[in-house]
């Protein structure tokens, strides 16, 4: 098995520190090792939490990041704390998929993404937001507009 070379993750092995409130800055990529693959990522966060930007009262998620990566892929506990991150953070339920979304697409570049959220209800209301996102002039835009067009609601 190839040796893994330390890619410069500052988060992976070492103690883990909470930020307190909405934090990009904690995302971290590492190399595909299979880019000439097209392959599917999936990341189930059954606990996201985050807070009503108008009441503060907590709202509770499960959120679900699908991508096909191209050069980097996200560090699974960098993203999980990026996703903690949301914790004190005040935004509507829409706000947050597609802010998730876009800074996911930011940092890696994927050739697709999408995330949901399942937010549970709140005064007798669920909320599914979903986004998705498909790089430009590439087949995965057709993707993107196709899996839109046909997404099904959990």
Known sequence: M???KDEGLKQLGRKTVYSTDYDPGVLETFENRHRGNDYWVQFNCPEFTTLCPITGQ???AELKIMYLPDERMVESKSLKLYLFSFRNHGDFHEDCVNTIM???VKLMNPKYIEVQGLFTP???ISIYP???YGRPGTKYEKLAE???LA???A
Request: charged share 40%; aromatic share 14%; net charge neutral.
């Open 2 to 4: 190839e040796e893994r």
């Open 151 to 153: 997404h099904q609601f």
């Open 58 to 60: 907590p709202d509770f």
């Open 146 to 148: 196709q899996r839109l």
């Open 102 to 104: 876009k800074d996911l």
């Open 130 to 132: 979903y986004a998705n």
């Open 122 to 124: 709140r005064g007798g």
